[in-house]
């Protein structure tokens, strides 16, 4: 049996081959705040940080990073075009984060961007190649 399987490359990898490649992880963390004029607590879930402290203070409010959910973006640029193709993997909330599994998913999305376009590249030149020939000069 010949069976084709698809290698999504590492970033070492890419960037040893001469790309750049910018790696963005978010997380999301729950932040506690106290109103100081009520004395009331806060709890608010959905917002999103670069930070990798566990527990961290900003502005007053007392931060926890939480373990599931969160985002990874992936840029790939390439310096001999100077074009950037990026992807981003979305992890659900009730999903635990993986940095890894991001970056995995991420760069696959970037080579689905390569291959689209790729193929919009493509059909141009075969379009201009076929245009040329019904219209000679």
Request: with cysteine; charged share 20%.
């Given at each position: 049996?010949?069976?084709?399987?698809?290698?999504?490359p590492?970033?070492?990898?890419?960037?040893?081959?001469?790309?750049?490649?910018?790696?963005?992880?978010?997380?999301?963390?729950?932040?506690?705040?106290?109103d100081?004029?009520?004395?009331?607590?806060?709890?608010n879930?959905?917002?999103?940080?670069?930070?990798?402290?566990?527990?961290?203070?900003?502005?007053?409010?007392?931060?926890?990073?939480?373990?599931?959910?969160?985002?990874?973006?992936?840029?790939?640029?390439?310096?001999?075009?100077?074009?950037?193709?990026?992807?981003?993997?979305?992890?659900?909330?009730?999903?635990?984060?993986?940095?890894?599994?991001?970056?995995?998913?991420?760069?696959?999305?970037?080579?689905?961007?390569?291959?689209?376009?790729?193929?919009?590249?493509?059909?141009?030149?075969?379009?201009?190649?076929?245009?040329?020939?019904?219209?000679?000069?």
């Open positions: 049996m010949n069976e084709t399987t698809s290698v999504t590492t970033v070492a990898g890419l960037i040893a081959a001469g790309y750049v490649i910018n790696v963005l992880h978010n997380r999301r963390y729950k932040v506690v705040t106290k100081e004029r009520t004395g009331k607590i806060a709890v879930v959905d917002e999103y940080t670069t930070g990798a402290a566990r527990f961290f203070q900003s502005k007053g409010a007392i931060m926890e990073l939480l373990p599931s959910g969160g985002t990874t973006i992936v840029s790939l640029t390439i310096p001999k075009i100077n074009r950037t193709f990026s992807g981003a993997a979305v992890c659900r909330k009730d999903e635990n984060y993986n940095k890894k599994t991001g970056v995995r998913i991420a760069l696959q999305e970037v080579g689905l961007s390569l291959q689209r376009e790729f193929d919009r590249l493509l059909v141009n030149a075969i379009t201009r190649l076929f245009s040329n020939k019904n219209n000679p000069r």
